[in-house]
């Protein structure tokens, strides 16, 4: 028997996994450091402002201040990278910039055949951090069988209490769940549940993370393997 035999859910993640958000958000990225940025550069500070976001988003999964939304938590890491690389610009319009940045459109060339597939036989969600505005026209993507956001649970996929959601919708054991995602949160946070759970690895990235993926993927059309179909 394989480790994802009694899987009856699967849940998937949005960006990076099945949409490349990056392909809309670079042309903003350079508008807002200014188009005589080398593109050296570029990539420095986009990954240093990954790394304030990722810490933001950590901190809002501990839940000790309340509950902020995707919109606050781009503001306030926009604030923390503009002051030290020391831009003068508003970090709301940024925010801004970058919700309405996130465009369905650019979906992987896998995406859609892997979600048909597997919606053949298994239960099919979506599972992400974004905010609803930012996945109101997700029926365009894909018309799945539940969708949770961080916003509509009012927590985010770190905290177990999302993962213990979507179990509680389903009725099943977190056991009977593969979730799917390229992010060190799609790993993490439902692990610690007992959530069965792929690593999409689409760059050959190095996992550095206590907490290891259950299965690890270059590309979506390799979990029907996963899966035993």
């Known amino acids: 028997m394989t ?3 009694n899987v009856k859910v699967v849940s998937v993640d949005l960006g990076g996994t099945l949409v490349d958000f990056s392909q809309s958000l670079r042309p903003i990225w350079r508008t807002l450091l200014g188009n005589d940025c080398p593109n050296d550069s570029l990539k420095h500070h986009w990954d240093r402002a ?3 976001l990722r810490e933001k988003l950590s901190d809002a999964a501990k839940g000790e201040t309340g509950f902020k939304n995707i919109r606050a938590i781009f503001q306030e890491s926009f604030e923390d990278f503009f002051s030290e690389i020391r831009l003068d610009f508003d970090p709301r319009v940024a925010a801004e910039k970058w919700i309405r940045g996130h465009d369905l459109r650019n979906v992987y060339a896998d995406a859609k055949l892997f979600l048909a597939a597997v919606d053949r036989k298994y239960r099919l969600c979506l ?3 974004c905010d609803l505005e930012m996945i109101a026209d997700i029926d365009e993507l894909y018309s799945f069988d539940a969708v949770f956001s961080s916003e509509s649970l ?3 996929k770190l905290d177990p209490q999302f993962w213990m959601r979507v ?3 389903y009725g099943l054991p977190t056991d009977n769940i593969l979730h799917v995602g390229d992010d060190t949160s799609d790993i993490v946070g439902p692990a610690k549940l007992g959530i069965l759970t ?6 050959g990235r190095k996992w550095d993370h206590e907490v290891k993926p259950d ?3 270059t590309s979506l059309s390799r979990i029907a393997e996963i899966l035993g179909n």
Do not use: L, P, Q
């Open 3 to 5: 480790k994802a035999a």
């Open 50 to 52: 990954t790394e304030i």
């Open 127 to 129: 599972s992400s951090d």
């Open 154 to 156: 009012k927590c985010y």
């Open 167 to 169: 179990s509680e919708h």
């Open 198 to 203: 792929c690593w999409v690895n689409r760059g």
């Open 215 to 217: 299965f690890e993927v």
